[in-house]
């Protein structure tokens, strides 16, 4: 069973910086690994897939990296309309949760 | 535009059933592959259901037995059907389009989520 977990839970920055997100998986899952958008009252976005590939018109502010059991989301400069619940999900091995728990980003 | 639409969802005793419908424009059901997606008031996603292209079916160890995904390729639609239902089913439940790497196809559920509709609430309760 793969465990995900994304820390820490909320992270507070000034639009114009650089977010870091993290999300650890307990055993490799290879570069199975996707990044979601929610914000308040609306469905997830997909962002990244593959670990590090963009989805269809996603801005180039938002980048992804890492394999195995390690992966990182980016965002280089936040916008206003970036402050939302990031989540990661893992798809190279099958468990109960998919699903990472969600980072918060926040405006500071 | 791609538009996947929720419906069916509302307040239903424990116990009860309830069958929620997503219709899809722009993507052809039978040829794409389908999950729908639940989220607890204020709490993360849970993956729950998949149905592939070729029709094989995959369920959540929370749900199976109780929901069945099915489809009707003349409405372009995605159904859950959902049985026996619990306090702690109660969610947004939301479908969306389920992308397979080639390498992981055919096998198991794995797979991620590229399109995906706005959600219908599902609330059981007394």
């Known amino acids: 069973e793969v465990l995900l977990t994304q820390s820490p839970g909320t992270l507070s920055f000034s639009p114009g910086e650089r977010a870091t997100l993290s999300c650890r998986a307990s055993q490799s899952v290879r570069s199975y690994l996707a990044w979601y958008q929610q914000k308040p009252g609306q469905a997830p976005r997909l962002l990244i897939y593959?670990?590090?590939y963009r989805a269809t018109g996603i801005p180039d502010r938002f980048s992804g990296s890492g394999s195995g059991t390690d992966f990182t989301l980016t965002i280089s400069r936040l916008e206003p309309e970036d402050f939302a619940v990031y989540y990661c999900?893992?798809?190279?091995?099958?468990?109960?949760?998919?699903f990472g728990q969600g980072t918060k980003v926040e405006i500071k | 535009e791609v538009q996947l639409v929720e419906s069916g969802g509302g307040l239903i005793q424990p116990g009860g059933s309830l069958r929620l419908s997503c219709a899809v424009s722009?993507?052809?059901?039978?040829?794409?592959?389908w999950s729908w997606v639940r989220q607890a008031p204020g709490k993360g996603l849970e993956w729950i259901s998949l149905?592939?292209?070729?029709?094989?079916?995959y369920y959540a160890d929370s749900v199976k037995g109780r929901f069945t995904i099915s489809r009707d390729n003349s409405k372009n639609t995605l159904y859950l059907q959902m049985n026996s239902l619990r306090v702690e089913d109660t969610a947004i439940y939301y479908c969306?389009?389920?992308?397979?790497?080639?390498?992981?196809?055919?096998?198991?559920?794995?797979?991620?989520?590229?399109?995906w509709g706005r959600g219908t609430l599902v609330a059981v309760s007394t």
């Open positions: 149905i592939y292209n070729v029709g094989n079916t």
């Open positions: 593959g670990a590090s």
């Open positions: 969306a389009r389920a992308l397979i790497p080639d390498a992981l196809w055919g096998s198991s559920a794995l797979s991620y989520f590229d399109h």
């Open positions: 722009k993507f052809t059901v039978s040829a794409n592959s």
């Open positions: 999900q893992q798809y190279g091995s099958s468990s109960p949760d998919t």
